[in-house]
């Protein structure tokens, strides 16, 4: 509860009041400080009783690309069954506040606000909660209260058209990619038998030895495999404008871009953050590379590139691996050059540098672009992988 700096300088009156009237045996100051006081006291009564109110928020998208339209509608209902809401409401998007009115708020009845969310800047923009103001009629005290839950927006990194993906080291046998679900080449494992499983697939020597059914797990070994790497490394983007890293702005644009032509062209794909990654350790659902990327971060770890790629040397998660990056991220090539003995393919995209990267190790292919846009026409423009 907050007494505003009339509430105060009533009550150091009535106080003042009180003291003077009984030590001076004044009836008259008593009786005014007495009403200040009971004043104050109305006015704390007033302020504390909570309405009951629901609040329901619906987000129209809750994912959105950089740039393009999205608003939020709130409906605030009264609960109650006596008293009418005579409140002063605002709703929190993002930095800003939203005023919302409840004047005169009868039981029962709903009010509707919408408005848009900004999306100018890729992120999750937090909306809400509701912030609810109880004042007296006086001015004396105002009482503020959360009501409802945060429903985040995801907006994420504008998405650029790529029509050629790389294809990885490995071929079909057929001279295509395969897209075979359960692959069809080599042995991976040995699983229980469900309904629904081919019976050319059961291993019968295995299901005779264990009492059990046990079907074979076939992986497409030809199926090219893409590990997206993006470096958000802060020291990997020292330039900022306004606070905010363009040259990750771009990279993560440019990862956008690259996971979804590969899901467009049905080949898996992997993205990985150099360093960690906003949420991580949570109990909630895992989000999608989108999502993440909207959630994305700069991190001041600088020694991660070498943890990281150590890991990708050790897993061979893939055969292309595509690291973009920014200008300071330059210096830590030869670490991802060294990946070339487990990724046959190795693409680099350096974004924001005033300068052309110069040329590193041998099989890299490096793609220097000012922006989103311009890695996209690069990209294109590449005849070999």
Do not use: K
């Not at 030590?23 to 704390?44: D, I, K, N, S």
């Not at 109990?283 to 993440?292: E, S, T, V, Y």
């Amino acid at each position: 509860m907050g007494i505003t700096a009339r509430g105060v300088g009533l009550l150091v009156a009535a106080v003042v009041l009180l003291g003077l009237g009984f030590r001076f045996a004044y009836p008259e100051l008593t009786l005014l400080g007495a009403a200040a006081g009971a004043a104050v006291g109305y006015a704390a009564l007033t302020a504390a009783w909570r309405p009951r109110l629901v609040v329901d928020r619906q987000a129209d998208p809750d994912r959105v690309a950089r740039g393009e339209p999205a608003s939020m509608t709130l409906t605030v209902r009264n609960a109650g069954r006596l008293r009418s809401a005579n409140l002063l409401a605002e709703d929190r998007c993002g930095s800003r506040a939203v005023p919302v009115p409840l004047l005169r708020l009868r039981p029962g009845r709903d009010t509707e606000v919408s408005y848009d969310v900004p999306t100018d800047r890729r992120g999750v923009v937090p909306v809400g909660p509701l912030r609810v103001t109880r004042r007296d009629p006086l001015g004396l005290v105002a009482l503020a209260r959360p009501y409802g839950g945060t429903t985040p927006v995801w907006v994420h990194p504008r998405i650029h058209p790529l029509t050629a993906v790389p294809r990885g080291a490995g071929r079909s046998l057929d001279g295509r990619v395969d897209g075979v679900p359960h692959g069809s080449i080599t042995f991976d494992s040995l699983r229980e038998y469900v309904v629904g499983d081919e019976l050319r697939r059961v291993h019968w020597r295995t299901s005779a030895r264990v009492g059990e059914l046990m079907v074979r797990e076939n992986v497409d070994t030809s199926l090219p495999r893409l590990v997206v790497l993006l470096d958000n490394r802060a020291a990997a983007h020292p330039q900022r404008s306004g606070g905010v890293a363009e040259s990750f702005e771009s990279a993560c644009e440019a990862a956008a871009s690259v996971v979804t032509a590969a899901h467009r062209a049905d080949l898996p794909v992997l993205m990985l953050l150099v360093g960690p990654e906003q949420g991580d350790g949570g109990d909630g659902p895992a989000l999608g590379p989108l999502d993440r990327l909207a959630a994305a971060d700069l991190s001041d770890e600088a020694d991660a590139l070498r943890a990281v790629t150590t890991r990708l040397r050790q897993d061979r998660l893939g055969d292309t691996l595509v690291f973009l990056t920014g200008p300071g991220g330059r210096d830590g090539l030869g670490h991802v050059g060294a990946l070339r003995g487990a990724y046959p393919s190795v693409v680099v995209g350096v974004f924001g540098a005033a300068e052309p990267t110069p040329a590193g190790t041998a099989g890299l292919v490096v793609v220097d672009a000012a922006d989103g846009a311009q890695f996209a026409a690069e990209w294109d423009g590449v005849r070999r992988w």
